[in-house]
Each structure stands twice: as structure tokens, then as C-alpha cells.
């Protein structure tokens, strides 16, 4: 695996804080730092990952509901206030 040296400038506050981090997990600065950009990345991934997959089940959501993916208020009570009656009214689309 190839390595790559990076150059961060950090601000006083910054600077504090990672120093604080480093010696409080027992790092020396590379090795914080690396600790830090792998949970970055790897949370930055897992959110991407989360928001395709719901992406994915809304598009397939509409896909399978059609357009407007929320029954009518009245449809869905009319529906509920019909049942067990001989006229009992088929479930809204989207219900």
C-alpha cells in the first residue's frame, strides 16, 4: 500500500483540541490523525450508504404506488367508516 504525506495547517483551538485527542487516546499526531480521518470516512460512507438506500425504497415506493404516494384524509375515513357494512368501500390505492 503506497503512503501519502499530507501537510494540515490546523488553528490555535484546533491545535489544542487534536494535541488534547491524541495524548488522551495514547497517538502520536500521525497516529491520531489517521485514528480521526478513518471515522470521518467511515461515517461519511455509512451516511452515503443510508441515504441511497432510502432513495432507493422511495423511488420504489412511487414505482409501485404511482404518483402522490398519500391517500385522501375522506378516501382512507370513508374507507375505515365502511367497514363490516354491506357496502364496504375497497381500500384507498395508497393505504
Do not use: Y
Not at 38 to 45: G, H, I, P
Not at 65 to 73: E, I, P, V
Not at 77 to 95: F, I, N, Q, V
Amino acid at each position: 500500500m503506497a503512503a501519502k504525506t499530507v501537510m494540515l495547517v490546523l488553528d490555535d483551538e484546533l491545535a489544542q483540541r487534536f494535541e488534547r485527542f491524541a495524548r488522551e487516546h495514547g497517538h502520536d499526531e500521525a497516529g491520531a490523525l489517521d485514528h480521526a480521518l478513518r471515522a470521518f470516512l467511515d461515517a461519511e460512507d455509512k451516511a452515503r450508504n443510508a441515504t441511497e438506500v432510502m432513495l432507493a425504497a422511495a423511488q420504489e415506493g412511487e414505482a409501485t404506488s404511482g404518483f402522490g404516494l398519500a391517500s385522501h384524509h375522506d378516501d382512507i375515513r370513508r374507507w375505515l367508516l365502511s367497514w363490516g357494512s354491506e357496502a364496504e368501500r375497497k381500500r384507498p390505492r395508497s393505504c
